[in-house]
């Protein structure tokens, strides 16, 4: 790929990510006797109404919002499931960790879908759509829930792209294609035009997205106010709202439970260095760093502890970040028996957050060749994958 | 014990006093302030468990003894009341406090509870002169750490070499030295002083007259430090200070001179737009400028005026605020600036002024 490709690549920077029938994929992941019955997920009551719809329910005309004694109609051998929020809410959550390690800017729509501005983590992806492939892939492997993905210029595109790439599907909208993408498409897939709307269209002789790309502002705005206006902008395929954020990111943190409890103190260092790596590539992959270095232990008999300390300068490497959770960890079993210094779980995070990149300040005395070598380590590791560059001492038990 | 005095000057020096009352004391009677009438007039101390200070000051003594009082109520109480005459009385079981027209009644503490310095043999003082002592605090002191994590670093290294007192400060970023004469005392020590301590110090050297002389007594495990009315002892940090000799370079080919005040500022200027952290972009070459950058935020650049720089052509980098805290060390007008290559510390010194130097590691810039 030439620069050039990769640079109109990233012209559509947006991805909006959406659970296929997440509450019915959550019912069958529960329960895999369900996996290929039409599963549907609703208030099971008298006047209760479909709230998700596996895509083999959806075969029988069965729609979320849809009363589900009408369900029950269209589909006679359809599962009927009461909805657990609960088990929803933990699998959103788990899902909604996957997209932050993708990008800092994660804006949650529901518990199913969430836009992503993915130019946080430029340093991170080649291009957007190798990266949605990547986020498509990585839910899967981690929940076993299926990711419909779309990838535009903005949020109205990239939701549009999503619910057209549904089932199971990634599309890109290139910034160069968005007019042949958008202007066949009903007016109903403006965002924002309900029946109302469509109703006062269909009387301008407006059926497309083209059309009301076509057709003069003032007429819009004169029929619709100021609503017209906006959908006009839309029509084109503009809009200029950001992601925002739900809450920015407090901290970027890895853990690890180890099969078997560490003592060795070659292990437990080898391990703690694994873990800053990969908190300072996950860091560096969005361009940010922080300024506290936490470090969580938890002994075989389940007490965990904490320890953290604030610099004076943001680190986003994993030398510097090591360094700090070694200095916590020595210090931790110190105060510790020697017959009592086993370790079940290590974690590493980083947290005070800024949104720029550790400036990459020397220090004396120490050896300053370790920041631009992490750099190149993460540029390997873009190409070929986590576990193709590491640390000398990472690699002495694998 | 009774004491009479002048409201303005117990409360100055109750001030100092408080300064050092530990803000978390975990013992009350450490919140204390102990106040003691004597012989030689009235005496105040107070502790923070690393710094016991003394201050004295004069009164009439009307009853010798010692109270213990709530350190922030007195501190309080004297500054609410009106100038003039204050009496202060009291025992183990209350102390009272009189000014104006208005009469406080204050629980005391038992004073066998009250902190005690730490003791030791201290040895022989070292003098020197508290002026001189209070400007090479005031060079080093702002290159010394914060972080609790390597508190090593939190503390301020006294060297006593012949007849010059050393003291060398490092954050791992920066390391300042600034020396003073030693006139006095023993030829050799070493001891590590927490910071913190030194900058309650340097305020009482600052005030101290123009020929007063400071006496330093370097211990194993403390210092006595006193100037003036006061003295500090304070607990020494144990461990080993960073071989600061073997950081300075031996030979810097590159020189820029600049004007103290004039590239001071400029360096303020366009450090504006870097945030905490971000470098400060030094183009050393024919022209000396300067720039930074917030990306996609803002950019500055400045093209320095009287700055002089002989050497190869490079670009370095700096965070703005380590190079300022050198740069507002330096005494005199212009300011010297050595360099070896863009990622070795540069030295900064004053022209002709031997007793400062403060060496800062660059930004790196990526490649």
Request: proline share 6%; net charge negative; glycine share 10%.
């Amino acid at each position: 790929m030439t620069p050039s490709d990769a640079e109109r690549l990233w012209l559509s920077p947006i991805l909006h990510a959406d659970l296929d029938a997440f509450y019915a994929s959550v019912e069958t992941l529960k329960d895999p006797g369900l996996r290929g019955r039409p599963v549907i997920v609703g208030g099971t009551s008298g006047r209760g109404v479909v709230t998700s719809a596996s895509y083999e329910a959806r075969r029988f005309g069965v729609r979320s919002a849809m009363p589900t004694a009408q369900a029950r109609k269209l589909c006679p051998s359809g599962v009927f499931i009461q909805p657990s929020f609960p088990a929803y809410i933990a699998k959103s959550i788990q899902v909604k960790e996957i997209f932050e390690e993708f990008s800092v800017a994660v804006e949650p729509l529901s518990l199913d879908e969430a836009f992503l501005d993915l130019r946080t983590a430029r340093r991170l992806w080649s291009d957007p759509p190798t990266a949605a492939e990547a986020l498509k892939d990585r839910v899967m492997r981690a929940t076993g829930l299926v990711l419909s993905v779309g990838v535009a210029p903005n949020k109205f595109l990239s939701k549009l792209a999503s619910r057209m790439a549904k089932p199971d599907g990634v599309l890109v909208v290139g910034a160069d294609r968005v007019d042949e993408f958008l202007r066949p498409l009903p007016v109903g897939h403006l965002w924002g035009v309900g029946e109302q709307t469509e109703v006062v269209m269909r009387r301008l002789g407006l059926r497309t997205i083209g059309d009301v790309a076509a057709c003069p502002p003032e007429i819009l705005e004169r029929a619709l106010g100021s609503h017209g206006a906006g959908l006009a902008q839309l029509a084109l395929g503009r809009d200029d709202r950001k992601v925002v954020p739900d809450q920015v990111a407090r901290s970027v943190g890895a853990e690890e439970t180890f099969q078997r409890d560490l003592s060795e103190p070659t292990q437990i260092l080898g391990a703690l260095l694994k873990l800053s790596d990969r908190v300072a590539s996950r860091l560096r992959g969005q361009g940010i760093s922080g300024r506290t270095v936490s470090l969580k232990v938890r002994m075989p008999n389940f007490e965990t502890f904490s320890r953290s300390r604030t610099l004076k300068c943001e680190v986003d490497g994993a030398t510097g970040i090591y360094g700090v959770a070694r200095e916590l960890l020595e210090k931790f079993l110190e105060s510790k028996p020697p017959g009592n210094r086993k370790i079940r779980l290590l974690g590493v995070s980083v947290g005070n957050l800024c949104r720029w990149p550790a400036s990459d300040q020397m220090i004396l005395d120490r050896r300053p060749e370790w920041g631009a070598a992490e750099v190149a380590l993460d540029r390997v590791r873009l190409r070929f994958g986590e576990d193709a560059l590491g640390f000398g001492a990472l690699l002495e038990d694998g | 014990m009774q004491i009479e005095c002048e409201k303005e000057a117990l409360l100055e020096i109750s001030q100092a006093a408080l300064r050092v009352v530990s803000p978390r004391a975990n013992t009350p009677a450490l919140g204390g302030v102990r106040v003691t009438a004597g012989e030689d007039g009235l005496e105040l101390a107070a502790s923070d468990l690393e710094t016991f200070i003394t201050v004295k000051g004069d009164c009439s003594v009307i009853e010798e003894g010692s109270v213990v009082i709530p350190g922030r109520l007195f501190g309080e109480i004297l500054r609410s009341l009106p100038s003039g005459r204050v009496v202060l009385s009291g025992g183990e079981s209350g102390a009272r406090i009189e000014g104006g027209r208005a009469e406080f009644q204050v629980s005391t503490f038992p004073v066998a509870d009250f902190a005690r310095p730490p003791s030791g043999d201290v040895g022989e003082p070292c003098r020197v002169d508290a002026t001189d002592l209070a400007r090479a605090l005031r060079q080093v002191g702002r290159a010394a750490s914060s972080d609790e994590g390597r508190p090593v670093l939190t503390g301020v290294l006294w060297v006593i070499d012949g007849d010059t007192l050393r003291v060398v400060a490092t954050d791992s970023y920066r390391l300042a030295i600034a020396e003073v004469v030693a006139k006095e005392g023993p030829r050799e020590g070493q001891a590590i002083i927490p910071n913190r301590a030194l900058t309650e110090f340097g305020r009482h050297l600052v005030t101290a007259g123009s020929d007063e002389v400071a006496e330093i007594r370097l211990g194993q495990s403390q210092a006595v430090l006193s100037v003036g009315r006061v003295q500090l002892v304070t607990r020494l940090i144990e461990g080993e200070f960073p071989n600061w000799r073997r950081l300075l370079p031996d030979v810097q080919r590159n020189r820029l001179e600049v004007d103290k005040e004039e590239f001071g500022a400029a360096v303020a200027r366009v450090g504006l737009v870097a945030q905490a952290n971000t470098p400060v972009k030094f183009h050393l070459g024919k022209e000396v400028q300067l720039t930074a950058a917030e990306s996609g935020v803002a950019e500055a650049a400045e093209t320095v005026e009287g700055a002089e720089y002989t050497g190869e052509p490079m670009v370095t980098a700096f965070n703005p605020r380590f190079f300022s805290d050198g740069l507002e060390g330096v005494e005199g007008k212009r300011a010297v600036l050595d360099l070896t290559e863009p990622t070795k510390p540069a030295t900064l010194k004053g022209e002709d002024q031997p007793n400062f130097t403060y060496l800062v590691m660059p930004v790196r810039l990526p490649s």
